[in-house]
């Protein structure tokens, strides 16, 4: 996969998990996103340096999304714990 499918993987990973995990973000919908695309590139390589899964070639690779998932929600997770209450409501 090429950097421009990585970037349309993440902007869709960062979609998914914001539908997964609803609520307001500190970022809005541009900070979700590029979280998306950030989570991506971690999940792709947490799956590849320690589940010993190698990055696919292939755009619609289950593994390849589960991964940008997941990495999506761990970094949106950890964005709003860290910047989540530093807006005043």
Not at 8 to 24: E, S, T, W
Not at 58 to 80: K, N, P, Q
């Amino acid at each position: 996969m090429g950097i421009i499918s990585w970037i349309v993987l993440g902007l869709l990973a960062g979609i998914i998990a914001k539908i997964l995990l609803p609520g307001r973000d500190p970022g809005g919908l541009i900070g979700t996103t590029l979280i998306g695309v950030a989570g991506a590139f971690v999940g792709g390589w947490i799956s590849s340096r320690f589940l010993d899964r190698p990055i696919a070639k292939d755009f619609y690779d289950g593994a390849t999304w589960v991964s940008a998932i997941g990495g999506a929600l761990v970094l949106l997770i950890a964005y709003r714990i860290l910047f989540g209450h530093s807006r005043s409501r």
